[in-house]
């Protein structure tokens, strides 16, 4: 069984390897200064805005953000798996590709889904099979027929017949009692119970799961058939029926239809998300080839992640009655955090008794993408409409109602322009400036951690009796230390993400938050991975940034050979094309001055990566140390005593702030 591709070999392949000539036989690149431009092949543009290094051996496009190195050009560009991508790479330069030899449990589980893979492969050629063959096959035809399915998109989304009866697909398949136990691990077949209610063993005591349904297959990311849907073609319950998780699939991590979409679409410029599979192959029918639908579950912030990582619009367009509406909000909270600036969110809440099936049938594909396009409600419209609903806001109660329910769902906005639009959105419609809204936010935060204090808790050990003659007189902290807020550019270490907004320069420029800022550094100065003697502080920081620092500081001080581009391999072969895309991204970020040689050709550095460095880190000191005085102050109030340790600690910091 085939293992891992070593590492040795990826890095050894990507320094061999000349990204300019890769990208240039896909993408005529023209030569500007040090670097290489050309209009981006990953959006629509008129402007080049896509640049290539040849000394960093890195492609980025500074309109939407594609980034990476001749790997991840390749599995963008041609829409290939990371091992994919790397056999194509070693082909064309004529190097044949290692693998690694498993450990005896890795090598098992592959094996095992392996042949879960080819089971369900067999499954949907069966499936296939049985609507052009069998005799009950008729019914379905005419079923898909009355519904406006041709035959061209019958095949092209695999759609098959499991024909009525018991032990269509275990006669077929399950011919041994490892095959039916294999069709049971992988939801195609269910074990028959006894009396007692204990299942039995052997392939004689399995029945088929999908019995007279058509039959509609999942597949994933790499298009190999995982799972499947069925819709009944009788009057038996459920009405749909979906396989259940199995290690081959999860149905929070997948969408019905993304395969199609991505082998229909060159660039997919919007995601249309429905809730059944009919509303998915109904809307290709009509020529709209960017449809996907959840799994029989909400819209989870995984689906968001999975979708945005393939376009950047995603239009949700579900039934308007009132689980429609549910869902919706579900999906609206559920993308919240993933908002970043150049994302968009649309709403199409369909007329009720309809849905995008039967609408489609009835307006004909060009007719639906103008309501999608005219009707189609922008998420700060959808969000404040939503949550205004019974409130009025002519009256001081209701604005207050309205502040209390958005700004809490703002506060999941992730840090950029489209957050502070959004709370001047809201600042318009409450009459309540920015300081009192986040005033509101924080309130509701801190009603939230008092709720969750007071359930009930182990009481703390009592602490060891003192001399009572060394103990300090109580100490009272000055209002003004209990009132004074965290000055802005300073975030405590486990802060969220969100919190972390860009620091304005001296210069007119910005920079990244310190621990972005750490990150960025590192990537372009890897020799400053050997300052830091232990990153285990940054790891149990509880903060991502710093986690993902600690990460890469571990990775260059035992890799200090490390280029860029080797780095950005290693990353997307370990920890897979979204962290590799976040790193990407800090590379090339603007917000990093001297990263803008990428695009300007200028060698002059025009910070002191020394001083950068050892500045962040002891901004992330000081303001840890803040937070540890805020923990002691929340102690006091809670407690209403301190040990005579933590008055001394806190007295000594508190002189040391005003010194």
């Given at each position: 069984m085939a293992g891992k591709i070593p590492q040795h070999f990826i890095d050894d392949l990507l320094a061999r390897a000349d990204i300019v000539e890769l990208v240039d036989s896909r993408v005529k690149l023209r030569k500007t200064g040090k670097n290489y431009s050309?209009?981006?092949?990953?959006?629509?543009?008129?402007?080049?805005?896509?640049?290539?290094?040849?000394?960093?051996?890195?492609?980025?496009?500074?309109?939407?953000?594609?980034?990476?190195?001749?790997v991840g050009f390749l599995m963008e560009y041609d829409r290939l798996p990371f091992p994919e991508a790397v056999e194509k790479l070693a082909t064309s330069m004529g190097l044949e590709v290692p693998?690694?030899?498993?450990?005896?449990?890795?090598?098992?589980?592959?094996?095992?889904?392996?042949s879960l893979y080819q089971l369900t492969e067999k499954a949907a050629d069966f499936y296939r099979n049985q609507l052009r063959a069998h005799p009950a096959a008729g019914r379905a035809i005419a079923y898909l027929r009355g519904r406006g399915l041709s035959g061209e998109i019958a095949r092209d989304f695999g759609i098959g017949l499991a024909p009525p009866g018991w032990d269509n697909l275990l006669n077929e398949l399950g011919d041994?009692?490892?095959?039916?136990?294999?069709?049971?691990?992988?939801?195609?077949?269910?074990?028959?119970q006894d009396s007692d209610g204990n299942t039995k063993p052997g392939s004689r005591h399995h029945y088929d799961r999908f019995r007279n349904r058509i039959m509609f297959p999942i597949r994933d990311q790499r298009g190999r058939v995982i799972a499947f849907g069925g819709r009944v073609l009788g009057d038996d319950k459920p009405k749909y029926l979906n396989s259940p998780e199995t290690p081959?699939?999860?149905?929070?991590?997948?969408?019905?239809?993304?395969?199609?979409?991505?082998?229909?679409?060159?660039?997919l410029d919007r995601l249309i998300v429905v809730e059944g599979y009919m509303d998915v192959v109904a809307l290709a029918q009509f020529g709209i080839r960017c449809a996907v639908a959840t799994l029989g579950t909400a819209c989870g912030e995984e689906h968001i992640q999975l979708a945005f990582r393939h376009t950047p619009e995603?239009?949700?367009?579900?039934?308007?009655?009132?689980?429609?509406?549910?869902?919706?909000?579900?999906?609206?909270?559920?993308?919240?955090?993933?908002?970043?600036?150049?994302?968009?969110?649309?709403?199409l809440l369909l007329p009720e008794g309809e849905d995008p099936d039967t609408l489609v049938r009835q307006v004909g594909g060009e007719r639906f993408q103008q309501m999608i396009d005219e009707q189609g409600r922008p998420l700060e419209d959808f969000l404040f409409d939503l949550l205004g609903e019974g409130i009025n806001l002519q009256t001081m109660d209701g604005r207050a109602r309205l502040s209390k329910l958005a700004a809490p769902l703002l506060d999941l906005l992730p840090a950029g322009v489209y957050r502070q639009l959004m709370f001047q959105q809201l600042a318009a419609r409450t009459g309540l400036d920015k300081d009192t809204l986040q005033e509101v936010i924080s309130a509701e935060k801190a009603r939230a951690a008092k709720a969750q204090a007071q359930q009930p808790v182990p009481p703390p050990p009592k602490p060891q009796s003192q001399p009572q003659a060394q103990a300090p007189e109580p100490y009272a902290p000055p209002p003004e230390m209990d009132e004074?807020?965290?000055?802005?550019?300073?975030?405590?270490?486990?802060?969220p993400a969100h919190q972390a907004q860009a620091e304005p320069r001296r210069s007119g420029q910005y920079r990244l938050p310190a621990e972005r800022m750490l990150i960025a550094l590192l990537l372009h100065h890897p020799q400053l991975a050997q300052q830091i003697e232990d990153s285990a502080q940054f790891r149990a920081s509880g903060h991502p940034d710093l986690q993902l620092f600690a990460q890469l500081v571990d990775l260059l001080k035992s890799r200090p050979d490390y280029n860029l581009n080797q780095l950005l391999g290693y990353w997307r072969a370990h920890h897979g094309a979204e962290s590799c895309d976040v790193l990407a991204q800090l590379a090339?970020?603007?917000?990093?001055?001297?990263?803008?040689?990428?695009?300007?050709?200028?060698?002059?550095?025009?910070?002191?990566?020394?001083?950068?460095?050892?500045?962040?880190?002891?901004?992330?000191?000081?303001?840890?140390?803040?937070?540890?005085?805020?923990?002691?102050?929340a102690q006091l109030k809670s407690s209403g005593q301190l040990s005579p340790e933590e008055q001394l600690a806190l007295l000594a910091n508190w002189r040391q702030k005003q010194d």
């Open positions: 050309a209009c981006c092949p990953f959006h629509d543009e008129k402007t080049p805005s896509f640049t290539v290094s040849p000394d960093k051996q890195f492609y980025y496009c500074f309109g939407c953000g594609a980034s990476g190195n001749a693998r690694e030899q498993l450990a005896p449990g890795q090598e098992r589980r592959q094996r095992e889904s392996q041994t009692a490892q095959n039916a136990d294999l069709l049971e691990q992988a939801g195609l077949a269910i074990r028959r081959i699939f999860h149905k929070s991590r997948e969408l019905y239809g993304l395969w199609e979409a991505r082998q229909a679409n060159r660039t995603l239009v949700f367009c579900f039934d308007g009655d009132q689980a429609g509406r549910t869902a919706a909000k579900r999906a609206l909270e559920a993308a919240l955090p993933h908002m970043q600036d150049g994302r968009s969110l649309r709403f004074m807020p965290p000055p802005a550019d300073e975030y405590p270490a486990g802060a090339a970020s603007q917000l990093v001055s001297g990263v803008r040689q990428l695009a300007q050709g200028d060698s002059k550095l025009e910070y002191d990566p020394q001083a950068e460095f050892a500045d962040c880190l002891q901004r992330l000191e000081r303001a840890a140390q803040k937070q540890r005085n805020r923990d002691l102050l």
